[in-house]
């Protein structure tokens, strides 16, 4: 989630929009829906294809029917899409950012 923001340029809300159905891991780029509905196809880091690779196989709750890329993993709500505000739970708890953005903590 976070390496999409970062080796993709991706917005929160395009992350939390992604669809298993927009990772082309083959080409390595994303489809996003962008504001105002505009799609477009994205470039992104291989490291970012190894995590989401990562996170499918050993994170996301196995046989959900939601299409979302992430969603919570934890919880009453396990399954569900994640929110805003989840987003910025992930960025501020990531350990490896914290020694890159220090400021994120201090929010």
Known sequence: ????????G?????VRGLLLTDVDQGRRRLRV????????MV???AA????????LRHERPPR???PEC?????GPTTGST????????????????ADSWPELAEA
């Open 1 to 8: 989630m976070v390496l999409a923001m970062l080796l993709g």
């Open 10 to 14: 991706l917005r929160s809300a395009e």
């Open 33 to 40: 829906i962008g504001k105002d509905g505009r799609q477009r």
């Open 43 to 45: 470039p992104v880091d």
């Open 48 to 55: 970012f294809f190894a995590e989401l690779a990562d996170y």
């Open 64 to 66: 959900l029917s939601t």
């Open 70 to 74: 992430f969603v919570v993993l934890r």
């Open 82 to 97: 994640r929110t805003s505000g989840d987003v910025l739970t992930v960025l501020l708890t990531a350990g490896r950012l």
